[in-house]
Structures are given as C-alpha cells and as structure tokens.
C-alpha cells in the first residue's frame, strides 16, 4: 500500500509516498520513501538502477578522487549490494536520485540510523558532473532533512565528510549546517591515507529557519543555477 503526503505550504515541489513493509516482518525505521520536487527525484534504491547510475559515475570520473569513496562503473553492484545489505541490517535507508528527466544520476543515504534516539546521517552522496552545483543538490537535501524532522521526528541530522573535501564542506555549510568537530584519524580514505572527519549537524530546533532559507533558495533557483 502507499500513501501521499500533503502538499508542503513553502515547497509544493515536495511530495512523499510511503512505501510500507509487508505486515509480516518488524517495522523498520525509517521506512523506504519516495520523496519527488522539481528538480530531483528519490526513490528507493533498487539493483535496477545499476545500469544508469554506472553511466552517472562516468560522468566526470567520479572515482578518481582519492578523498570520497565514488565507485567505478565496474564496481556499481557490488556497492548497490553493500548498500541494500545494511538495508537490511537496519543502519542505512539508501536512495537512487533521480533528475527532472527520470534519469538516475546520483546516490544518497540515510546512515548511521539511531531508532532509539532517532537521529540519521545523510551521507554517502555523490552526483554526476552535469548535476553539481546545481539545485538538484539542494532540494534532496531539503527533502530528506524535511522528511527526518517533519515525518520521522529526528532530533538531528547530520553530515560527515573528509577534511580535505573542500566543495562537500562548502556545500554543507551553505545548507545552514554546524561543524560539530573533526574526528581526527577517524577512517582511511580509498587509498589507504588516513582521513580526518569533519562532523556537521543541524538540530531540531534549527530546521525551521534552515527551511526558511533552502525554500527562499529554491524558489528562485532556475534548473541550472548553483543553489
């Protein structure tokens, strides 16, 4: 079964339909969602996205980048698999996104998933060339940060990338996002270097006045503009 959502008052691009797990199985949370606007589209991340979001990663050879963790064409379904599989583990929601057109060129999460205290990390995003810097950036986080306060009532959203991940850092802080700290040695980059982790969050309390200022950005914002 599905159900529609409301039309947002300050972003009517914003619509949700709500996929439900079968009855016979522990409700998970969140829930898989399909979150539409008008510039992006996420749904549901399934291995039938493979075949376009290979294409996607081509686009700028995404994988070339030592500090992020874009995989190679070759490599899109054993990381779709690594994916669904912590679906199924209950730590991460993951999404295909989608552009105006219904192609598929990028991939985002919900990770790090905390029921208990209901707090998730968007995190391990990454676009097609053509798409960044554009709003199709914007309105998935705007959407996904709509969907954890509003819907599944989080008490914080939080995002995490390299220190030397300069245009993320940029792009999080123009969404309104607090540096909470860097996690020094926290991980290795791809290449085996050690990475230091800057750590971002917006809390509840926030995200009515973030919401005011990613809605003004939106609502000015042509398809191709950097938002």
């Known amino acids: 079964s599905a159900a529609v959502a409301g039309r947002n008052s300050l972003m009517p691009a914003a619509q949700l339909e709500i996929h ?16 539409r606007g008008r510039h992006a589209t996420l749904e549901p991340l399934t291995r039938e996205h493979g075949d376009a979001l290979s294409e996607a990663t081509k686009d700028g050879e995404l994988w070339k980048l030592w500090y992020t963790s874009v995989p190679k064409p070759e490599g899109m379904m054993v990381e779709i698999d690594r994916r669904l599989d912590l679906q199924a583990a209950g730590s991460m929601l993951p999404f295909a996104v989608l552009d105006a057109d219904g192609v598929a060129v990028g991939m985002t999460t919900f990770m790090n998933i905390d029921a208990a205290n209901k707090r998730v990390e968007i995190g391990s995003t990454w676009y097609a060339r053509r798409v960044q810097r554009t709003a199709l950036n914007t309105e998935c986080k705007f959407m996904l940060m709509q969907h954890a306060f509003e819907t599944l009532g989080c008490i914080a959203v939080e995002y995490r990338t390299s220190f030397f991940n300069q245009k993320s850092r940029r792009a999080i802080e123009r969404l309104g996002a607090k540096l909470d700290g860097v996690l020094r040695n926290h991980q290795h980059h791809t290449d085996g270097s050690l990475r230091d982790t800057c750590v971002y969050s917006i809390i509840q309390s926030e995200w009515p006045t973030v919401k005011t200022h990613l809605t003004f950005q939106l609502e000015g914002c042509p398809d191709d503009f950097n938002c």
Do not use: G, I, N, R
């Not at 009855?23 to 829930?31: H, R, V």
């Open 20 to 35: 439900f797990l079968p009855t016979d199985k522990p409700m998970a949370w969140p829930e898989p969602v399909t979150l």
